[in-house]
């Protein structure tokens, strides 16, 4: 019979007697440690149903550097750029920016970082009645940049077939509630960058409906019939190297941002 005890081995004789003599034990091999997973890419989509949206992006593509890049589903899904849409550092928003040096699409003379609404996934256009069915949009969102010149953006609008029906624009420090060029709302007469607000967007029956941060009465009602509409979101900056005078302020750190924390969309 062979006893181990701690590090010493006894071993009992025939005459009842016990030999005893150190044994040294090796100590168990330690498990090898497992590699550490490489973190999965976040992308904007991770934060924002994409699904049904395309980007208008305030670069040129590689054909045309004068012609803003555009980028549609399925590779909006897993499509991030610093800084003109990306994530913020906690990875909880994202980032919308368009400088004043940026290429514009027709009939603007502005850049944008700005989501324009889809359909089938991503394929169509959308476009919808504001007369036919109920049509919603919540913008959980902050504006945190404007020109240095002039400290104009859009935060949010529907558009129609050929021009906006209604945006949110901050000409800073003011937040109004604008229709066909003209301000008819003061959201916030004191806005300060950084200030996280609401908006929805009602449309139904004709009417256009927005609510501001949350209330139950509508800040603004629109009464107006259109059709081919859809919504958009992100930074539109309504600015450029002209309206900023001054040759250093034609530059990429000139810009407008917004941040965008929840956006849904919803049709009835």
């Known amino acids: 019979m062979v006893v181990i005890k701690g590090s010493q081995l006894f071993i009992p004789t025939s ?39 395309k ?16 980028i549609r589903q399925p590779k909006l899904m897993t ?10 550092s906690d990875e909880k928003e994202v980032f919308f920016r368009a400088p004043v040096s940026g290429p514009t699409t027709g009939g603007t003379k502005y850049a944008r970082s700005e989501l324009r609404e889809m359909t089938d996934g991503g394929t169509l256009q959308a476009k919808w009645s504001s007369t036919e069915g109920t049509h919603t949009m919540f913008i ?5 940049a404007v020109p240095k010149t002039k400290r104009h953006i859009v935060a ?17 420090p003011n937040l109004y509630v604008n229709v066909d060029g003209k301000n008819v709302y003061t959201l916030d007469s004191h806005y300060t960058l950084g200030k996280r607000f609401t908006i929805k967007f009602i449309v139904s029956g004709g009417q256009t409906k927005v609510f501001y941060n949350g209330n139950l009465q509508p800040s603004y009602t629109l009464d107006k019939k259109y059709s081919g509409a859809y919504f958009k979101a992100g930074a539109y900056t309504q600015s450029n190297c002209d309206k900023e005078f001054w040759p250093w302020l034609c530059s990429v750190n000139n810009y407008g941002e917004v941040v965008i ?6 049709h009835q």
């Open 140 to 144: 959980d969102e902050a504006i945190t």
């Open 79 to 88: 499509y991030k750029i610093d800084p003109w849409f990306t994530l913020t």
């Open 261 to 266: 924390y929840n956006l849904t969309v919803t």
């Open 15 to 53: 005459s009842e007697k016990i030999v005893e003599f150190s044994v040294e034990l090796s100590p168990s091999p330690s498990p090898s440690p497992s590699p550490s997973p490489t973190p999965s890419p976040r992308y904007p989509s991770r934060i924002l149903d994409l699904t049904n949206w």
């Open 156 to 172: 949010g609008q529907i558009h129609g077939s050929s021009d906006d029906i209604i945006v949110i624009r901050l000409q800073y």
């Open 55 to 70: 980007i208008t992006l305030p670069i040129g593509t590689d054909k045309d550097p004068t012609h803003p890049l555009e």
